[in-house]
Nanobody, 123 residues
Framework: QVQLVESGGGLVQAGGSLRLSCTMS????????MGWFRQAPGKEREFVAA????????YYQDSVKGRFTISRDNAKNTVYLQMNSLKPEDTAVYYC????????????????WGQGTQVTVSS
């Protein structure tokens, strides 16, 4: 059984930082490209960042470029999202996603999802 378990969310003031983690079990992590998505109240889930199978390529939504960094540690079966200079508009539930064949940049493409972790940025 495949599981993606996120952690690291919480409440932070604007300008602060958080690091999210997502650990995979039940599959060979290095065979999946990984991504982070988020969903704010009343809005659709949207792409945030993605990383290739080896970590050699990364992709970001324009609004988080220069503030967020995605990385992965295949030895630990974990993908990370370092979030700096957080803004109130970053408030959302953050989900990690795994895709065997493609870089996960679209909500509909992904094979597996985590349960989500809440990030709240106060002004």
């Amino acid at each position: 059984q495949v599981q993606l378990v996120e952690s690291g969310g919480g409440l932070v003031q604007a300008g602060g930082s958080l690091r999210l983690s997502c650990t995979m079990s039940g599959r060979t992590f290095s065979t999946y490209a990984m991504g982070w998505f988020r969903q704010a109240p009343g809005k659709e889930r949207e792409f945030v960042a993605a990383i290739s199978w080896t970590g050699s390529s990364t992709y970001y939504q324009d609004s988080v470029k220069g503030r967020f960094t995605i990385s992965r540690d295949n030895a630990k079966n974990t993908v990370y999202l370092q979030m700096n200079s957080l803004k109130p508009e970053d408030t959302a539930v953050y989900y990690c996603a795994a895709d065997f064949y493609e870089i996960p940049r679209r909500v509909l493409d992904n094979d597996y999802w985590g349960q989500g972790t809440q990030v709240t940025v106060s002004s």
